[in-house]
């Protein structure tokens, strides 16, 4: 558990902040430090940066609930496209100038934690890391001292068709459903409904909501616990690549061309396919989806054992902000009560603050959300590294080869693994 | 000289052009049917669009997509932005790359060359390098999320001084020769004889620098920040989600963001053709 | 006699740097020592926000074996040498339309001026879809005369070619602009006096139209393949970085931006941004020292 304040190893982290602050251009860290009790009367102007247009309609109900409480303080809310948030973010590391507020996601958060530019948590008043997850709290700490709150979460879950399933005659999935149910089940509606053009799975190669969970659900992993090396090289993870690569080969599930040009999401978003490996963020999309009444959702299959993959937008703020009391205040409500009840009944996201989930589940009972959440206590953590987007372009290069065939499941693990333990070892 | 409207010596009979009209339709169409789609698109709902296959053409047209654009994006505020920004780089360019695209055709310096070649070279590496160094001049000035801090760097267009330079390189002369033997100095001879020969190819630099400015992307979104501050086409890249988007509203966007340039394109070069015609071209 | 050029220039030289000053000043410091500091930033290692540390010609070193160098290199001329087979198309487009006495010519100017003017993020999702193997319109038409369409834009082979088509159709425009004024600047008693002559239009077309055009040509040889070798925006939005055929067919620039915002190597992204500009630096001085060959300053 994080919210202990330690203060010998946050000296160490400021050291380190403070040696990297130095070589920047242009300090400007006169943002004042944070009271240990904000006044209701603080005033300012921050700015508040996303990557999400869907969740901009909830940011701004929050942005005006903490207006309530905080009348002087004028929070400015930029939406940038996901593709160029963090290429913009660290054009304005570099230069100094982070907005006050901000998103962060998991593999981008160590780079900017180690290189002192986000505000450690133990000095921002009102943030209690006991109402999250343990899971999540563990993905935004670095070095003991945690540096974003997180904003919501979110599981894998399996989606389905109920229809497609009716009509090819196949039994629903439950709880105990193999990694063997998962494919017969999909050759057998691929083989039944092959005119309607309706695949058994959506297929495709998505990290997260697919290879990961089958990766640890084979018994592997995809990083080791200190981050040094690469799981792609283990017998669990050739399983699982291998169990991939033989629904392509045997067609149940589309081949790795078709998925690039039509995202599984967007197969079974439009009825073509019967199951898909997503997480809970997917409900968003799906409740305007033409089938919507047919689609349900079920907890994950199993392999050797149970696996799952947690991750969720964590928000934090810049340690040289121009106002931090104001951000400060802000911030802590951002993780607040009452900001994560206004998540969940705008339907934006999985708010991470315990308790706080049920309009959220509520919203879309026949998607039955309560079970990504329930999985949240035995998922793991998303995978990262200092420098996780290193690696992360290396499995996009990768996944398509060894599932598309054009690499030896068993060589191309190898490959990625050797290549994967390179881009570790550079960051030491 | 007659008074001769409209070159006639190659007299436009009927038959004649016949297979013009025939290439220059077909290409049109190729040029354009992807827009057709994009207005199809615009007409659509989300579920016509992300259907697979999706669908040719919508149930019912959906006009109020276009409408939805004004509810997302505060678009006239936007608007405002890209043509200020872009005003302020076509004039500002159309000054400084003629004055200096006729220093690097028409006179003789030391060092010529090689300024040139240099000049040319900013085209040649990646943008992407110029973002940081960019962005912390700009911020040093304190002109982030201003108008003239997105257009600044776009002030200065290696692009334009090299169109303009080929341009003067190619007139007469004679021309200035004579002026010279008058006793004209040199911004004389570029304000009274070279300048008004380059109606054209200053034409050609401002529309084509409008379309760049409008549509430049990465530049502006870096520099800005709020959203009545950026220019449309940063605006627009916002409407794009992380897991959805939705396209039907992005096209209309689009299409509403591309129809100013559209119109001025029309005004411009109608002018500019009808203004040739009588000027009489090179005396 | 001796003295006077000497006095000119130098007199030329005030007034010269009067004329191109402003422009210089700019560039000098917006774009040029943004340059200088890639090019010490290549012989370093240069962490994500700062911090460098010298590594001499390392970087260097890894460009020479890494072997995707060599095939975005490959990948980079084809799409170049594509998109330049434009100017010729444009030629002949342009003089089309810009024959006297065309009807519509607003019209047809406005068609193929579109394709420059639209957001460059809604193209590419209309020619995504008109790519897609199983639904989009050109596996459609094919399909209609009995061919099998391949995966356009997700197969190593095909997905060059598939965006460089899209670069092509896309730069017609501005080189028909481009040519556009060329022509305009050609005095109409030139053509009156080839015809007086009993020259064709098509002898008038390549001996004097052409000719006169080669300024312009040039200035389009010169640009295009500058803009060529800069291909990232159109690959990035076509394929996408998901994509199976990505690896073998992404371009110098591509690489650049994948060391330097994904893996965060802006040290060995740096490099490579110089080896882009040595690369295109050479082609424009060659096509430069060639001109005096073809191109005919009246």
């Known amino acids: 558990m994080v919210t202990t304040t330690r203060r010998t190893l946050l000296t160490g982290a400021a050291a380190l902040g403070a040696g990297t602050l130095a070589a920047c251009s242009g300090g400007g860290g006169g943002g004042g430090d944070i009271p240990d009790e904000i006044p209701a009367d603080t005033s300012g102007e921050i700015t508040y940066s996303i990557w999400d247009q869907a969740q901009k309609g909830a940011m701004e109900k929050i942005i005006a609930a903490f207006g309530k409480q905080f009348p002087d303080i004028t929070v400015s809310l930029t939406v940038t496209p996901f593709e160029q948030y963090f290429e913009k973010l660290q054009t304005q590391a570099t230069g100094g100038d982070l907005p006050d507020v901000f998103w962060m996601n998991g593999p981008n958060f160590q780079l900017y934690a180690s290189e002192g530019k986000l505000q450690d948590l133990a000095d921002v008043p009102g943030v209690d890391a006991d109402s999250y997850p343990d899971a999540m709290n563990a993905l935004y700490t670095l070095d003991g001292a945690q540096y974003c709150v997180p904003k919501d979460f979110d599981t894998i879950g399996l989606w389905w068709n109920a229809d497609h399933f009716e009509k090819a005659g196949v039994e629903a999935p439950t709880e105990d459903w193999t990694w063997d149910d998962y494919r017969e089940t999909s050759r057998a509606i691929t083989e039944a409904l092959a005119d309607d053009g309706v695949w058994g799975n959506a297929g495709g190669t998505e990290n997260q909501a697919y290879v990961y969970p089958l990766v640890l659900q084979a018994g592997g992993e995809i990083i080791s616990e200190d981050a040094t090396r690469s799981g792609y090289g283990s017998d669990a993870a050739i399983e699982a690549f291998e169990f991939l690569r033989g629904m392509v080969e045997e067609k149940i599930a589309p081949s790795i061309e078709f998925t690039s040009e039509n995202k599984p999401a967007d197969l079974f978003n439009a009825g073509k396919a019967a199951m898909l490996w997503s997480g809970n963020w997917s409900a968003a999309v799906f409740k305007d989806s033409p089938v919507r009444d047919a689609i349900r959702t079920a907890p994950l299959p199993t392999g050797k054992q149970a696996g799952n993959v947690i991750h969720g937008i964590g928000n934090t703020m810049a340690a040289e902000g121009r106002n931090k009391a104001a951000a400060a205040a802000f911030l802590a409500f951002l993780g607040g009560e009452e900001a994560n009840r206004i998540q969940a009944e705008e339907g934006a996201a999985n708010p991470a603050f315990e308790g706080t989930a049920q309009a959220y589940v509520d919203a879309l009972p026949e998607f039955e959300l309560q079970r990504f959440i329930d999985a949240a206590a035995d998922a793991s953590p998303y995978p990262v590294s200092r420098n996780t987007a290193a690696w992360l372009s290396l499995e996009l290069e990768y996944y398509p080869k060894i599932v598309g065939g054009e690499l030896e499941v068993a060589a191309g693990c190898a490959e990625l693994a050797q290549k994967m333990d390179e881009a570790l070892a550079d960051e030491q | ?283 | ?298």
């Open chain 2, 1 to 283: 000289m007659t008074d001769a409207p409209a070159p006639r010596p190659r007299a436009a009979r009927g038959p004649r052009n016949i297979d013009a009209y025939v290439v220059l339709t077909v290409g049109g169409l190729v040029m354009i049917f992807p827009f057709v789609w994009q207005l199809i698109m615009s007409l659509s709902t989300q579920a016509e669009v992300t259907g697979v296959p999706p669908s040719l053409l919508p149930a019912s047209p959906q006009w109020g997509n276009f409408a939805a654009v004004f509810d997302l994006l505060p678009f006239v505020d936007q608007f405002l932005v890209s043509v200020g920004v872009t005003a302020l780089r076509v004039i500002v360019q159309m000054i400084l790359c003629a004055m200096a695209g006729y220093a690097f055709a028409r006179m003789q310096f030391r060092g010529r060359g090689i300024l040139f070649a240099l000049l040319l070279s900013i085209l040649m590496v990646p943008n992407q390098i110029y973002l940081i160094p960019q962005y912390s001049i700009i911020q040093g000035m304190g002109l982030l999320n201003t108008v003239l801090g997105i257009a600044m760097p776009g002030l200065f267009s290696a692009f334009g001084t090299f169109l303009l330079r080929q341009h003067f390189v190619a007139l007469p002369a004679e021309l200035e020769e004579a002026a010279r033997l008058d006793g004209a100095n040199p911004w004389q001879i570029f304000w009274r004889v070279m300048l008004p020969l380059s109606g054209p190819a200053l034409a050609s630099v401002a529309i084509l620098t409008t379309i760049a400015s409008w549509n430049d992307l990465l530049w502006p979104l870096v520099v800005s920040t709020y959203e009545d501050r950026m220019p449309l086409a940063v605006g627009l890249a916002t409407l794009q989600g992380q897991h959805m988007t939705n396209y039907p509203v992005m096209m209309a966007a689009s299409l509403l963001a591309m129809a100013p340039i559209l119109i001025l394109f029309l005004v411009l070069q109608r002018r500019v053709v009808e203004g040739l015609a009588h000027s009489g071209m090179k005396g």
């Open chain 3, 1 to 298: 006699m001796s003295s006077e050029p000497t006095r000119r220039i130098r007199r030329e030289d005030g007034w010269a740097w009067l004329f191109i000053g402003p422009l210089m000043l700019g560039v000098v410091v917006f774009y040029f020592w943004p340059i200088l500091r890639t090019l010490y930033n290549s012989f370093t290692e240069f962490g994500a926000f700062g911090g460098t540390r010298w590594t001499g010609l390392e970087n260097y070193a890894d460009l020479l074996t890494d072997a995707h160098v060599p095939r975005a290199l490959l990948n980079t001329l084809i799409y170049t040498v594509i998109v330049l087979l434009g100017i010729p198309l444009s030629v002949y487009l342009a003089a089309l339309l810009n024959r006297p006495g065309l009807r519509l010519a607003w019209f047809y100017r406005v068609m193929f001026f579109l394709p420059i003017v639209a957001m460059p993020a809604a193209i590419a999702m209309v020619w995504r879809m008109i790519y897609n193997s199983d639904f989009g319109l050109l596996n459609y038409a094919l399909s209609l005369v009995g061919v099998d369409g391949p995966y356009w834009i997700s197969s190593p082979g095909w997905a060059l070619a598939a965006v460089s088509v899209v670069g092509l159709w896309s730069s017609l425009g501005f080189s028909i602009i481009i040519l556009s004024g060329g022509l305009r600047a050609i005095p109409p008693e030139l053509y009156e006096a080839a015809s007086l002559d009993g020259a064709g239009p098509m002898r008038q077309f390549f001996s004097l139209t052409v000719p006169l055009l080669t300024p312009s040509i040039f200035f389009l040889t010169i640009i295009t393949a500058i803009n060529g070798f800069q291909l990232f925006d159109l690959l990035y939005a076509l394929l996408g970085p998901n994509n199976p055929a990505m690896a073998q067919t992404q371009s110098l620039v591509y690489l650049f931006y994948e060391q330097a915002f994904a893996q965060n190597d802006k040290g060995y992204a740096s490099a490579i941004a110089m080896l882009i500009l040595l690369v295109i630096g050479v082609i424009t001085l060659v096509q430069f020292r060639f001109q005096r060959r073809w191109v005919s300053y009246d």
